[in-house]
């Protein structure tokens, strides 16, 4: 029986550089991220792996999540630095 070898779909290699950047920014540790990768043989390109369609969703939630906070955490100072000011 012959060895299936794959290679990685560029949208892979893109999330592991977005993953790099995510750990580095947030101080999680890399391996934590990673270990939630999830790939599949690409529809046009069996040698190909490409990220599922669920795994990209959830990112997107993650990151949806992540400006969600920030932007509540940017309010929250704001009106925190409007009381300074009126008092």
Same mark, same amino acid.
């Given at each position: 029986?012959?060895?299936? $070898?794959?290679?990685? *779909?560029?949208?892979?290699?893109?999330?592991?550089?977005?993953?790099?950047?995510?750990?580095?920014?947030?101080?999680?540790?890399?391996?934590?991220?990673?270990?939630?990768?999830?790939?599949?043989?690409?529809? *046009?390109?069996?040698?190909?792996?490409?990220?599922?369609?669920?795994?990209?969703?959830?990112?997107?939630?993650?990151?949806?999540?992540?400006?969600? $906070?920030?932007?509540?955490?940017?309010?929250?100072? $704001?009106?925190?630095?409007?009381?300074?000011?009126?008092?």
């Amino acid at each position: 029986m012959k060895k299936q $070898n794959f290679k990685f *779909d560029d949208s892979v290699l893109h999330r592991l550089v977005q993953i790099l950047q995510e750990s580095m920014i947030l101080g999680i540790d890399i391996s934590d991220i990673m270990k939630k990768i999830e790939v599949t043989p690409s529809k *046009d390109d069996k040698t190909k792996l490409v990220l599922t369609d669920e795994y990209v969703e959830s990112v997107k939630e993650w990151h949806k999540s992540l400006l969600d $906070n920030a932007e509540n955490l940017k309010k929250q100072e $704001n009106d925190s630095q409007k009381l300074i000011v009126t008092q």
